[in-house]
């Protein structure tokens, strides 16, 4: 996200758009600095969500041999991990790879877990 920094004597004051910030300089600090910075973007919300919460989505989106037949395909380690884990983090790429390849929508599956 990109801000407009007016440089006044006790520091700086953003603007989400150039003109705001000229506006404001204009009528307020003639002459200032204005200086174009990039904000960085806050990172996304990230949440784990229960191996038995998902299976109950997957459950009632009628896939579960579907979801059985990805994970045996899944190399030894992956299955190992999968039986083993008790939740998953929203963001995992396996996961949401498999609700791509499945046809579910990962964003329901992996909805936040109201028991977590």
């Known amino acids: 996200m990109m801000k407009h920094r007016v440089t ?4 700086y004051i953003e603007f989400s758009t150039l003109a705001a910030a000229e506006a404001w300089r204009d009528a307020n ?3 200032a600095a204005i200086q174009e910075v990039q904000i960085p973007a ?23 041999s579907a979801v059985m037949a990805a994970v045996s395909n899944t190399p030894a380690e992956t299955q190992f991990l999968w039986t083993n884990y008790a939740w998953f983090w929203n963001d995992n790429p396996q996961l949401v790879g498999m609700c791509q390849a499945l046809g579910l929508d990962s964003a329901v599956i992996l909805a936040p877990d109201e028991y977590l």
């Open 8 to 11: 006044t004597a006790n520091g």
């Open 29 to 31: 600090a003639p002459g």
């Open 42 to 64: 806050p990172e996304p919300e990230r949440w784990r969500v229960s191996k038995d919460t998902m299976l109950g989505r997957v459950e009632q989106a009628g896939m579960i």
